[in-house]
Every structure is written in C-alpha cells, then in structure tokens.
C-alpha cells in the first residue's frame, strides 16, 4: 500500500506541473494578443498644444483675478489707514484740548495754594 500512496503523490505532482506548464504558454500565447497598440498610448501633439492653449487661457484668467483681488486689498488697506490717521487726529486734538484744560486747572490750583 506505501507504494501506491506515493505513486499517486508522484501522479499529482506530475499533474500539477503540466497544468503549469499549460497555463504558462497560454499566457505567452495570449499577451501578445492583448496589449492594445503603443501610439493609443500617447497624446499626439495636436492634444498636446490644445491642452496647452486650455491651460494658458485658464491660468492667465486666475492670473487676472488675483490680481483684482490683490488691487481691492490695498485699496481697502489704503481706505482703512486713512481713516484710523484721521482718527488719531481726532484722538490726538481731544488729548491736547484735556491735557490744555488740565493745565488751566492746575495753574488754578497754583495760585489759589501761593495765597
């Protein structure tokens, strides 16, 4: 009995290698068969130079935007720093008018505490 267990593991492995073997030249066969042609691989340059003409439209449009948008922040930035100068000047014209007042009162107080 040995001896037939063993034929029939050498049976299996011998089985196993010829569907192997099968399979590898059905492959081989077949590859040539399904690799589609090189040049549907590639863009020609006609695509090429209209990808390139979409692209060049399309970044100097956000070109064009930024820039819009970057004149609006300064002008908002130029408006804003004219109007915090001018409130300074209100600011700075109330302080000296207090600091003013504040002198009259302490030359007051001066000259009441000399008699």
Do not use: C
Not at 60 to 69: F, K, Y
Not at 70 to 90: V, W
Request: charged content about 25%; hydrophobic content about 45%; aromatic content about 4%.
């Amino acid at each position: 009995m040995p001896n037939q267990d063993l034929f029939n593991g050498q049976l299996l492995v011998g089985l196993a290698a010829l569907v192997s073997l099968a399979v590898g030249v059905v492959n081989i066969v077949m590859s040539g068969r399904r690799n589609p042609p090189i040049d549907a691989q590639f863009a020609t340059k006609e695509e090429l130079a209209a990808i390139k003409g979409e692209l060049s439209g399309q970044t100097m449009a956000l070109r064009s935007e930024l820039n819009a948008d970057i004149r609006r922040i300064f002008e908002r930035m130029d408006s804003l720093t004219i109007e915090l100068n001018k409130a300074g000047e209100h600011r700075t014209e109330q302080l000296r008018d207090y600091i003013q007042t504040l002198a009259v009162k302490l030359a007051r107080v001066e000259v009441q505490s000399e008699k």
